[in-house]
Each structure stands twice: as structure tokens, then as C-alpha cells.
């Protein structure tokens, strides 16, 4: 077997001893950060205090909540003149999250993020194109920066333009690709229209990820264009992409637990809950400098795989995410709130109170469709008025979920009202719910 770090070899207890040391390292770091200091204060915490991994049940979570709190600068714990990069969630309602990184940082997260390709099999003989956003949203530099680091001949063609990214496809006789499930739907849909079979492209690796989706949905793309596709899972908080991701084994994906703490909690109780049971993914960085980030809850739900991996490592595994506590939900791997729909929805005058966002499946792609009762006034006026109303909504909303709805206007009292807490997402998609 071959291994990209010395890392993917250590054992269980090689493993916990790392881990407790970086712990301790980690607390200290957040005592740079008032907001950390007070709070491990507050319970009686410092690193010399945590004499056994156990000791972290003591540590109080941090919640999206609190990162919203601490922007832009707040948690982190090195002189500002060290920092090199920052990434932020998508979301602009309230204060974003932003995360911030040190050349350190940015260093680690490329090695893990070359173990995970190098896992999955891929190899610097291979040829990679990354059709993912390279900007704020992490899995363009992030994924970018570990083929690289993997000494992939690296394609960063982005997102979009898919007649483009099929010619490069084509063009470099690129062997591997990093795509969101949704967009590998879209794509091969529209290599068949180009008159080309999508199983002869040269791709014979795929990662995919930044989204959920169930195994159907990895087979249909295997299928469909002739892959492998491995399941890669990160979220910015913890760096982004490179967090956890599947061997060759494609069972369910490691966490890298030299780098992140991994514990699964009951969301209501916050106690631990036995392996094997679904529960809340919570993730303490080990390595990182610029922000540290203790027992992260991350909203997703998701297991720990108890059974060995034939592969030999002993870094857990976790299976494909299984949906979200809070109301997020994630459309062509962009990260969304209904409340952030609303808040746009509500700065028009002609809107009434009602909405209804729907997510469907058409033509494998999966839509966003707002519905929104608008008032009797607007309603009466001609065509033109109401295609400019829809199309400055469709244009605001664009601009705040980074995700373009199609948008209904609809009369007053059209839309049904329920009698209990308001349904205001339905979810058609044909593949994994997310609410
Ligand atoms: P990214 O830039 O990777 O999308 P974000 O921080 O914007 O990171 O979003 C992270 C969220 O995306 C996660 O908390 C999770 O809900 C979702 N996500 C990321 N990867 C996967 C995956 N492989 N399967 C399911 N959901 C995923
Ligand atoms: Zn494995």
C-alpha cells in the first residue's frame, strides 16, 4: 500500500497521543483570541488542565453563531501581518464567516488535501481539471492547491462555459476532474448533446462533493461518464475541502484525525452518541495557526463507520452526510437560508406576506423556484411592470444566494398556508433531502 504522508500509517494510540498534544497546542493558541480566552476561562480550561482526550467533553462548543460574532477578525490568534489568505461563507445575511489562514495553514491544508486525492487514487501523472468557483467559495484554491501539491498537471477552469470545460476535457486528455454532483449531471447531459458519448472522455477519476447527494446519485455519474467518484467533504470553518474523503474503498470517508478532532453528538442532548448512530458532526482543528476553531458544530448529520477499512488506515470514517440540523440547504453547491430569501423578498413594497421556495429536478439539473404573492395593486398592471418586477427579484436574490431562482409572481392568497409553523422550502429534488 502506498501512502502520501506517514500520517495515514499511525495507529489508534499513535493517533490519540498526536491528538492530545496538538489539543493542548490548540488551546493555548485560542487564548489569543478574547473571545476563546473568556470562555476556557469561564470553564476552568487551559492546556495543561486536559490531561486525557476526555477532557474535551469540557470544552464548550462553537457555533456558527459565535464565528458570525467574532467577524471579521475576532478568533484569530496570530499577529495580522502573518495572515495570507482569507476564504468566507457564502451567506451575506447578518455578518458572513470569515476564515482566516497563515502560509502555515495554507501549507498544511494543500498536504491534506494531496493525501485525500493521492487516497482516492489519483496520481501527479494524472491530469486534472478543477470545475469548481475559484474564489471566496473554498473548493477552487482549496481542492486546486492539493493537485498541485500532488503534481497533477492542474486545470483551474472554474465553473461555467461547459461547451469550454468539454473541450479541455477532451483537449489535455484530463484524467481526473473535481465537480459538484449536480454540475456532473449537467455535464454529461451536455456531452451528449454535443454529440459526443460522455464514457469516452478521457475522465476516469471524479471527486465529488461540496453537496449532498445519495449513492444513487454517485453511481448515475459513474455510469454516465465512465468514473470512479469518491466522496469529498469539507466545510470552510475547518479550512474547506480535505477534511474527510474516500479511499479507493469509495466506503464512507476518513477524517483525517492527525488534523481534526472528530466527535458525533446528539443535537438536542449534546452528549456523545454511541458509534455507528447518526448524530451532529462536531470538529476541533488540530494544526491550524491563524484561527483554531474548538469543537465546531458543524450541522451535519452524519455516523461513524465502526468497522475497520480494508485499506488499512485506521483514520475513521464517516458515511455521506445525511442531511442538516438547522434549515440550510444547498443548491448547485451553493450554501443557502431561506431566511436570506425572505429578508430579499421583504425589501419589496409590492410583496405580500406569503413565499414558497421549491426545489426541484428538471432535466437532472436542480432548480431553485420562488413563488411570491405580490399585492392586488401590482397585480392589475400590465405585463411589462410585472416582467421587470420578476426580473430585479431574480437579479437581488441572485446577488444575496449566488444562485439565479426562477421566479413566479403569483396573486394574493394563492399560496396555501399551513396551519402549524410555516413550510416555506418543499424539496423535490430527486436525490437526498437536506431538510
Ligand atoms: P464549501 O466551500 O466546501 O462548500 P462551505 O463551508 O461553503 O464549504 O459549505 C460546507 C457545507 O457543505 C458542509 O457543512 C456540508 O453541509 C456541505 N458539504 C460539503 N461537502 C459535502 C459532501 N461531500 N456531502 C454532503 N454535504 C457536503
Ligand atoms: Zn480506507
Given at each position: 500500500m502506498e501512502f502520501f504522508d506517514i500520517a495515514e500509517t499511525w495507529d489508534r494510540k499513535k493517533i490519540e497521543e498526536t491528538q492530545l498534544t496538538r489539543l493542548r497546542t490548540t488551546v493555548e493558541r485560542c487564548m489569543n483570541a478574547p473571545f476563546y480566552a473568556e470562555r476556557l476561562n469561564k470553564a476552568g480550561i487551559?492546556?495543561?488542565?486536559?490531561?486525557?482526550?476526555?477532557?474535551?467533553?469540557?470544552i464548550p462548543f462553537t457555533t456558527k453563531g459565535d464565528l458570525r460574532s467574532q467577524y471579521p477578525y475576532g478568533l484569530v490568534t496570530v499577529p495580522h501581518a502573518e495572515l495570507v489568505r482569507l476564504h468566507a461563507s457564502s451567506g451575506t445575511t447578518g455578518s458572513p464567516v470569515a476564515v482566516h489562514y497563515t502560509q502555515e495553514d495554507l501549507n498544511a491544508w494543500a498536504d491534506l488535501m494531496a493525501r485525500c486525492l493521492h487516497c482516492a487514487g489519483i496520481r501527479k501523472t494524472d491530469v486534472f481539471q478543477n470545475i469548481a468557483g475559484y474564489g471566496l467559495f473554498t473548493g477552487g484554491l482549496g481542492i486546486h492547491a492539493g493537485a498541485e501539491r500532488l503534481g497533477c498537471l492542474t486545470i483551474p477552469s472554474g465553473t461555467g462555459n461547459t461547451a469550454r470545460q468539454i473541450k479541455f476535457l477532451q483537449d489535455f486528455n484530463v484524467t481526473a476532474v473535481h465537480i459538484i454532483p449536480s454540475y456532473a449531471m449537467y455535464l454529461a447531459g451536455k456531452v451528449e448533446e454535443a454529440g459526443l458519448e460522455p464514457r469516452e472522455l478521457p475522465v476516469r477519476k471524479a471527486v465529488i462533493g461540496a453537496e449532498p447527494h445519495t449513492e444513487e446519485i454517485r453511481k448515475k455519474i459513474e455510469y454516465m461518464l465512465g468514473v470512479d467518484a469518491y466522496n469529498s467533504y469539507g466545510l470552510s470553518e475547518m479550512n474547506g475541502p480535505g477534511v474527510a474523503f474516500e479511499c479507493t474503498h469509495k466506503n464512507g470517508m476518513h477524517v483525517w484525525e492527525d488534523a481534526y478532532i472528530v466527535e458525533i453528538i446528539d443535537p438536542d442532548t449534546l452528549e456523545h452518541v454511541p458509534d455507528g448512530e447518526v448524530g451532529e458532526l462536531v470538529l476541533t482543528t488540530l494544526t491550524r495557526r491563524g484561527m483554531p476553531i474548538l469543537r465546531y458544530r458543524t450541522r451535519d448529520l452524519t455516523r461513524i463507520i465502526p468497522e475497520p477499512c480494508p485499506c488499512g488506515r485506521v483514520h475513521c470514517r464517516i458515511d455521506r452526510m445525511m442531511g442538516r440540523s438547522d434549515d440550510m440547504f444547498i443548491i448547485k453547491g451553493c450554501n443557502v437560508y431561506p431566511m436570506q430569501i425572505e429578508q430579499v423578498l421583504m425589501s419589496y413594497p409590492e410583496v405580500e406576506k406569503n413565499y414558497l421556495i421549491t426545489l426541484e429536478t428538471v432535466n437532472d439539473v436542480d432548480e431553485i423556484r420562488v413563488q411570491v404573492e405580490i399585492n392586488d395593486q401590482i397585480f392589475v398592471e400590465d405585463m411589462r411592470a410585472l416582467t421587470a418586477l420578476q426580473k430585479n427579484m431574480a437579479r437581488q436574490l441572485s446577488n444575496e444566494i449566488l444562485v439565479t431562482p426562477k421566479i413566479d409572481l403569483v396573486q394574493r392568497n394563492s399560496l396555501p398556508v399551513s396551519e402549524g409553523k410555516a413550510v416555506r422550502v418543499v424539496d423535490k429534488r430527486k436525490k437526498f433531502k437536506t431538510n
Open positions: 487551559n492546556a495543561s488542565s486536559l490531561k486525557s482526550l476526555d477532557d474535551l467533553k469540557r
